[in-house]
């Protein structure tokens, strides 16, 4: 019985060794961390995700129109108008979280873009604007983050998750002198624009503007000026010549336009139908939920006005 057990134990120890070789493979059925980045499409793709709407404000998320003073819900009272936003308000904990989701996948595909195997199988010259590209998305994020934050967790490179749980916050100032470096090196390497057949991606424009708004909010108005300048010299942008078509579908490429999420009715990458119909009136089949405050419908009246007597 001993021999016969020993045969068994043997063979299944033989077994699993034969295995091992065969059982230690990356998922065959999904993409892993580990062996992505090593071409352009797989690059791309992962480039492509930080466009995705979730990393940005959401239409009812915390850059809504509906929670300033410039528009309201007729239905209920936005948590800051009520008073009642805390620690644990959803709107607010799921900017943390997208966000720190997003800079760990730039970080994770700049540690990537950095090995032997990519630099092999992509042209230097590319890699620098996709580079470029992904250190761009992580100063935005890190933007926002500070914005409504302060001083937040800060980290340029992948982390496991022991480090993660010793990781204490980092002075906002610190993290700003962060996110103006990227924004350079973005401004760098990017282009100033794509060809009109080609998928719109961020520009050096996008970079130097999004760099002029939070050093806007940050009180930094030398930094603002100047970065402001560099975005105007490029001479790329202008303002729309009549605002009324300005978000018509067939404006959606303007010259006013620095920095969109691209959307596409083929790939069902849009605005939900219930955001435009709460915006829409109920005479034209809308839900009429979402409308302009008071003082906002005037300024555009006196807007208006000043057009029509050509001061503007």
């Known amino acids: ?5 020993y045969i068994i134990l043997t063979g299944f120890g033989l077994l699993l060794a034969g295995c091992q070789n065969s059982l230690d493979l990356y998922p065959l059925a999904q993409p892993s961390a580990e ?15 930080l466009y995705r709407p ?7 998320g915390i850059g809504s129109e509906v929670l300033s003073d410039d528009g309201f819900n007729r239905t209920t009272l936005s948590p800051i108008k009520a008073g009642t936003t805390n620690s644990q308000w959803g709107t607010s904990t799921l900017l943390w979280r997208n966000s720190y989701k997003a800079i760990a996948r730039a970080n994770r595909a700049l540690a990537a873009l950095d090995n032997p195997v990519t630099k092999t199988n992509v042209p ?16 935005a994020q890190y933007a926002r983050l500070i914005t409504y934050f302060g001083d937040v967790v800060y980290s340029d490179g992948v982390i496991s998750i022991e480090e993660a749980y010793t990781k204490g916050r980092t002075d906002r100032k610190t993290v700003l002198a962060n996110v103006y470096k990227d924004f350079d090196a973005a401004a760098v390497a990017l282009p100033k ?20 708004r939070i050093a806007l909010y940050m009180g930094d108005f030398k930094t603002a000026a100047e970065s402001a300048k560099a975005c105007m010299d490029l001479a790329e ?7 009324a078509n300005l978000f018509a579908q067939s404006t959606k490429n303007s010259r006013e336009v620095i920095f969109g999420l691209p959307r596409s009715i083929a790939l069902n990458v849009n605005i939900a139908s219930s955001n435009v119909l709460d915006r829409i009136t109920r005479n034209a089949g809308g839900f009429a939920a979402i409308a302009p405050t008071w003082d906002m419908s005037v300024s555009y009246t006196h807007l208006r006005a000043h057009e029509t007597r050509g001061n503007l």
Do not use: C
């Open 35 to 49: 062996k992505w980045y090593s071409s352009e499409s797989e690059i791309l793709l992962a480039l492509n995700d």
């Open 1 to 5: 019985m001993k021999s016969v057990l």
């Open 54 to 60: 979730d990393w940005w404000t959401p239409d009812e």
């Open 193 to 212: 624009n794509y060809a009109a057949s080609s998928v719109k991606r961020v520009t050096k424009g996008a970079a130097y503007a999004l760099k002029t």
């Open 237 to 243: 942008y202008s303002l729309h010549t009549g605002y």
């Open 124 to 139: 230097q010259a590319k890699l620098d604007v996709y580079v470029a590209e992904l250190k761009f998305h992580r100063a």
